[in-house]
């Protein structure tokens, strides 16, 4: 600690001319700051105001401000090395504040910290940290310009090189600084190189990514407390993100904030398959549509910030904007410019039409007539609720009409009579408009949530359980624009509180468990499912697990638009999920159970099996 | 090109009919209604001709209160504005000389209709209006088109023969379903279709004194038959059993 017995040395008196030297560079320094950054600020300021924005309640903003930027979670949580460098980076500057101020304040002779008395300390603390930053700087320097990962885009970034040496050369000369006699030359000189590097550096803030600097905080504070919120269309003129003058101020501060750090990329589910879509991409796409054509142009965003196809291969799973460390909210980006043109018809699919069409029609996904649900109720012997029992059992689509629906309902609705809980289905029931609202289609939405919230209103119904996270996510969450709708859990929540009483005896099975995204993400029930599974065999984690679960490939309407470019991701996650050598896959959705059960039935050798949930459940009751 | 599109009302397909008290119609309380089938691709041809020509694209329904919604429909897909012609029940020839009306009224160049309608299924309205006009008309469309002295057609024939039809303007076309696809309504259609203009009027506005030519006497549900045969015998001589009774009984072969 040869540090501790040092002191940091002064400059000494500047002369005039270093004076006028230091306040002619200070002012050109901050204009050049200042010019960036009002001009940035003016277009995110400009941008429309966002419809919904609240910022009570002030705690969870608080929390995640003292978590997600102060302790770094996000950034350490993913890339736990490559965090905690940046975590350094991040702590040393923050060390730094009031030594920087105290540096600048040396040349008036008006510094404020002693370095023979309390200042020694601080001092001392961030010469702490101005090593543990250089280091980190290293360790980032080596990953950005020699071992880069592809996250971080094809070309090197000169402005991230410049900002690189500029932290390296400002903790140099601030530790070289403690190897001085106070007022030599040589202080003198180390003095004029930190400052040096300090007003080289305020300039390059709004200039490059290290804008996060001052709007991550912002950012991470402002985001809309609820993962993934579509917010509500904003009057009569309001069609989703049609031109830039649909954009938010959220949406604009959001562009401004990325970083560029490509976690999104990494995670989704499209990108990671060989689709075009990309969420960084569409971020900074918003970003160059603000730099060039700024928040009032009336040119179409689609397309100028990304292409049209790519942003119909979202799935919604929502994977990017969990794992966001300066809080994007992707999702509602993403949406909003599905509305632009759904809501106008700019979007011409054929799938995607015929699956409104059928909506439009059935009321239904799959066009099928009602008879078809009548006839498996029948055939199940499902009861149908009239007011007497516990819970009504919402069927959705793919319990009404899809074969692998139809086993799941009829496992539940066995172990529903197992424990002797009433329940009872609707006589009729139309789609909870869960595709129709991802894919934009904000006039079809508002039509299923109506209809279905007068029919549950009409049958008194006031709890419901369902096998489909979409459905579960949608009633709860998305009808609420519409008004109250009954209380609805997914059916491992109330799988989980039915303990194991009266169960047999567990199996050997190895089952490895996949969460769904609309489970995990969207509701954060994981460890209901895996309670479940744990009465009946020995549970199995994939590599990619809880909320960092990999898609299956049907979310976001996607299950109903036809086969996609690239490798399919069910196969991608199916995979993964047989790679952990299990004998079975649980799911606990029925999109999830038919996109995994078809790609493992087409991997080579003995794949594993696919369950559901309720379905293990069922098999453990005695007979 | 000033076209005329004709739209029906009709219960909704998954609807449970009933027949009404008096026993020569379907109940409508508590039906729920849609566009025919035929007639929403009939405006779809309408769209796409005025997308290709210009123009003016003009719903029309005959019917009761109920239809203003399927008109409403029509100018959320597109229509530029809707007639609503306020009348009961009427029958084929009733309807026609209803359309035809209103088409020599808009001088319009082209009426376009469904085929036919998914409830009472006479196949006749669009062929009548054409008599009445004294303009000649073609059936059976799947595919419209502007042509050198007016429109050439694609008409679908059995056993997937097509055959083309070129008639002068004016016209008009009663349209098979499939031909094009639909397109889905749009929130922002919607919203421009409360500032369209949809104009009601009762069928004396016409000039036109409507006695009936067909009075339906009575309606019932077709008796449910279930008769299931058990062929008994030799495999071979039930398998011959069976392609007689498939050839000659359910002619499906």
């Known amino acids: ?623 | 090109m000033k076209i005329v599109v004709a739209i029906r009302q009709v219960p909704e397909r998954e609807a449970r009919l009933r027949v009404n008290a008096a026993g020569n119609a379907i109940e409508e309380e508590g039906l729920q209604f849609a566009t025919n089938e035929p007639d929403a691709y009939a405006l779809e041809h309408a769209l796409a001709l005025r997308a290709a020509e210009g123009g003016e694209v003009i719903a029309l329904s005959v019917g009761p209160e109920r239809t203003a919604n399927a008109l409403r429909d029509a100018l959320a897909r597109g229509a530029d504005r809707a007639i609503h012609v306020l009348a009961g029940e009427l029958d084929a020839l009733g309807v026609a000389r209803v359309l035809a009306a209103i088409v020599r009224q808009e001088n319009a160049d082209l009426l376009l209709a469904g085929l036919q309608s998914e409830d009472m299924g006479y196949g006749q309205t669009p062929v009548l209006a054409a008599g009445l006009l004294g303009v000649p008309h073609t059936t059976l469309a799947l595919e419209i088109t502007p042509a050198e002295h007016g429109l050439r057609v694609f008409r679908e024939l059995e056993d997937g023969w097509r055959q083309s039809v070129d008639l002068p303007l004016p016209a008009v076309v009663a349209v098979q379903a499939g031909g094009l696809a639909l397109s889905y309504a749009t929130l922002m259609g919607i919203k421009r279709a409360r500032t369209k203009e949809l104009r009601t009027l009762a069928v004396e506005d016409l000039g036109l004194a409507l006695e009936p030519a067909l009075i339906v006497e009575s309606l019932a549900p077709p008796a449910r038959t279930k008769s299931t045969e058990m062929l008994q015998g030799e495999p071979e001589q039930v398998a011959a059993a069976l392609i007689r009774k498939l050839r000659d009984e359910a002619h499906v072969l």
């Open chain 1, 1 to 623: 600690m040869m540090l501790l017995a040092r002191m940091l040395a002064g400059p000494g008196n500047l002369h005039a001319v270093e004076r006028f030297v230091l306040l002619a560079l200070g002012i050109l320094s901050v204009a050049l700051f200042l010019h960036q950054a009002t001009a940035i600020a003016r277009r995110i300021l400009a941008a429309r105001r966002d419809a919904n924005f609240t910022l009570a309640p002030l705690a969870p903003r608080c929390a995640r401000l003292f978590f997600d930027v102060l302790l770094q979670r996000k950034v350490i949580r993913e890339r736990p090395w490559v965090g905690l460098a940046h975590a350094f980076v991040f702590w040393a500057f923050c060390a730094f504040a009031l030594v920087t101020l105290n540096h600048l304040a040396l040349a008036l002779h008006a510094e404020f910290l002693d370095p023979r008395g309390a200042g020694r300390v601080l001092f001392f603390l961030a010469a702490l940290f101005a090593v543990a930053c250089l280091v980190a700087i290293a360790g980032l320097t080596l990953r950005r310009f020699v071992l880069r990962p592809r996250w971080l885009g094809a070309q090197p970034s000169i402005g991230s090189a410049g900002v690189a040496f500029l932290i390296a050369a400002l903790m140099v000369t601030y530790l070289a600084a403690f190897y001085v006699a106070e007022g030599s030359a040589a202080a003198h000189a180390i003095w004029w190189l930190h400052t040096l590097a300090l007003l080289a550096f305020l300039p390059l803030i709004p200039r490059t990514k290290h804008l996060h600097l001052l709007l991550a905080p912002l950012s991470v504070f402002l985001a809309h407390p609820r993962f993934a919120s579509i917010p509500p269309l904003a009057g009569e003129e309001d069609f989703g993100l049609v031109t830039g003058k649909d954009l938010t101020r959220m949406a604009a501060l959001q562009a401004y904030t990325c970083v560029e750090c490509g976690r999104c990329m990494e995670h989704c589910p499209a990108t990671n398959t060989g689709k075009d879509l990309n969420p960084k991409e569409l971020v900074l796409g918003v970003r160059g549509y603000l730099n060039h054509l700024g928040p009032h142009s009336e040119e179409p965003l689609v397309g100028q910030v990304h292409p049209l196809h790519a942003i119909f291969e979202c799935t919604t799973c929502g994977a990017c904007q969990h794992q966001c460390p300066v809080a994007v909210e992707h999702l509602p980006l993403i949406v909003g410019l599905r509305r632009g043109v759904v809501n106008t018809g700019e979007w011409q699919h054929k799938q995607g039409t015929r699956l409104f069409l059928n909506l439009e029609r059935t009321g239904n996904p799959l066009g099928r007539p009602h008879s078809e649900r009548e006839r498996f109720i029948e055939r199940a012997g499902l009861p149908f609720f009239d007011g007497s029992q516990e819970l009504c059992l919402w069927l959705g689509c793919m319990g009404s009409y899809d074969p692998r629906g139809h086993q799941i309902v009829t496992a539940l609705a066995a172990v529903l009579r197992a424990h002797g809980i009433t329940f009872g289905v609707l006589r009729k029931e139309q789609c909870t408009g869960d595709a129709a609202r991802r894919l934009g289609n904000d006039l079809l939405f508002q039509q299923l949530a109506e209809a279905n919230l007068a029919t549950l209103a009409q049958a008194g119904v006031r709890r419901m359980v369902s096998i489909c996270p979409h459905c579960v996510q949608t009633i709860a969450q998305d009808w609420r624009e519409f008004g109250p709708s009954p209380t609805i859990e997914h059916h491992t929540e109330l799988l989980a509180r039915l303990g194991t009483a009266g169960l047999g005896a567990t199996t050997e099975e190895k089952i490895v468990y996949h969460d769904p995204c609309y489970l995990a993400r969207y509701r954060g029930v994981m460890d209901e499912p895996r309670a479940v599974i744990a009465r009946s065999g020995h549970l199995l984690e994939p590599a990619r697990t809880r909320k960092d679960s990999f898609c299956c490939g049907a979310g976001g309407g996607l299950f109903f638009l036809g086969e996609e470019s690239g490798e399919r991701i069910g196969m991608n996650r199916a995979r993964e999920l047989a790679a952990t050598g299990a004998t079975q896959v649980a799911a606990a959705c029925p999109f999830c159970a038919n996109m995994l059960g078809d790609a493992l039935k087409t991997m080579d050798g003995i794949a594993p099996q696919l369950v559901d949930v309720a379905e293990l459940a069922a098999r453990q009751i005695k007979p």
